[in-house]
């Protein structure tokens, strides 16, 4: 088999379900913003910058992670600096052969210059509207939808979900609920969830990467969910062996072909994993589950898709056969209609992969 090159990886489409606008900022970007407001940052140096967020992230200490986002959320907080953060997201995206992706964020967090839900929902839309539009000018198109994020120890998901809907048509494709998983049980947000499924809308529920099977039981059992952001613990619920042996709700989520949306890099950093090598993602794959790869927070992880995609081959020696079957996957779990997934699989994500496998 010949060797996949990382360039090669990067110039193949690539599908991206698990994205966090707060946890992608450009570390110059950074800078410049938090000038702007008059907020103090550890160093303002963007290269030097861009290594104090990876070292933070990889501290092993969670105040120092939760740091990190403290700073990008204190930047994000007029709508010109969404709208920027949006359209370079998106610019980010596209050069990396991201040719769809779902990029999510909490517009709560977003007000503490006064703007309205709705406002901060405008800005990013419009960012990723320029953005696009710019990627599509320069030959590198994606589509961008938004997902709006729920903080899990809030009580604004009711409140949240109605905004998602009310922007459905203007570019929101979902709803999301984040936070620490332990003690905030997604249960907690029963109303929310059920309003979303009598609206006939989507959602996607971060559960099973710091808190295990309860919450994957509770996302899927209890509220509904239609993908599981991370959800790596579900190998909890699995035998090893020659012949791996499913649980009850292993099996479940495989014969439902419920979307795991896994994030390699990020599993590691939060200790859901021990390396990329350890991660389920490989016997996952191996039993067939419906298996996504995913960025996470690119400044903190200091990553991209195609870097995952080359972190996978590497450890699991995957090959273009794989690498478009992650990507088939996500983009057959994607948040927009059905015969618009398949327009981008048949016409995009296929014939770029057909000309590398022969």
Same mark, same amino acid.
């Given at each position: ?9 990067? /110039? ?100 503490? #210059? ?19 539009? $710019? ?30 809907? #009310? ?14 998983? %332990? ?12 309003? !979303?499924? #009598? ?18 039981? $509770? ?7 239609? #993908? ?22 292993? %099996?479940?989520?495989?014969? /439902?072909?419920?979307?795991?949306? !896994? ?5 590691? $950093? ?13 016997? !996952? ?35 273009? /056969?794989?690498?478009?079957? =992650? ?10 209609? =059905? ?7 048949? $016409? ?6 057909? /000309?590398?496998?022969?």
């Amino acid at each position: 088999m010949v060797a996949i090159r990382y360039e090669d990886i990067v /110039k193949v489409p690539k599908a991206l379900l698990h994205d966090h606008l707060d946890g992608g900022l450009r570390p110059a970007t950074i800078v410049e913003l938090a000038a702007e407001a008059g907020h103090e940052l550890p160093t303002t140096d963007p290269e030097a910058l861009g290594r104090w967020f990876a070292e933070a992230a990889n501290s092993g200490s969670l105040e120092r992670y939760l740091e990190t986002f403290a700073h990008t959320v204190a930047v994000m907080q007029t709508a010109p600096a969404l709208r920027r953060v949006a359209r370079e997201c998106a610019l980010d995206l596209a050069a990396d052969g991201v040719v769809y992706a779902e990029v999510r964020f909490a517009p709560e967090q977003h007000l503490e #210059r006064h703007l309205t839900l709705d406002e901060v929902v405008a800005a990013v839309v419009a960012g990723f509207a320029e953005g696009s539009a $710019q990627a599509a000018e320069a030959g590198t198109p994606i589509r961008i939808g938004t997902l709006l994020t729920a903080m899990r120890h809030a009580a604004r998901s009711q409140e949240i979900a109605e905004l998602a809907v #009310r922007h459905r048509d203007t570019g929101v494709v979902g709803f999301d609920i984040a936070g620490a998983e %332990a003690g905030f049980p997604p249960t907690r947000h029963l109303d929310a969830f059920e309003y !979303l499924q #009598r609206e006939n809308f989507h959602f996607t529920i971060h559960a099973g990467e710091a808190f295990g099977l309860p919450s994957i039981w $509770q996302a899927i059992q209890w509220c509904g969910a239609d #993908r599981l952001g991370h959800g790596v613990r579900i190998v909890d619920d699995i035998t090893p062996g020659p012949r791996p042996v499913l649980g009850r709700l292993a %099996a479940y989520v495989r014969d /439902k072909r419920i979307p795991l949306e !896994l994030c390699p890099s990020s599993n590691v $950093q939060t200790g859901a994993v021990v390396s990329i090598a350890d991660h389920p993602i490989g016997l !996952l794959r191996d039993l067939r589950f419906r298996v996504t790869v995913n960025t996470d927070n690119r400044l903190m992880s200091g990553t991209s898709m195609s870097r995952e995609m080359a972190l996978l081959v590497e450890a699991f020696g995957y090959g273009w /056969k794989e690498l478009q079957w =992650f990507t088939i996957n996500a983009m057959k779990s994607a948040f927009i209609p =059905f015969d618009e997934r398949l327009e981008i699989i048949d $016409q995009v994500i296929k014939p770029a992969y057909a /000309k590398l496998l022969g």
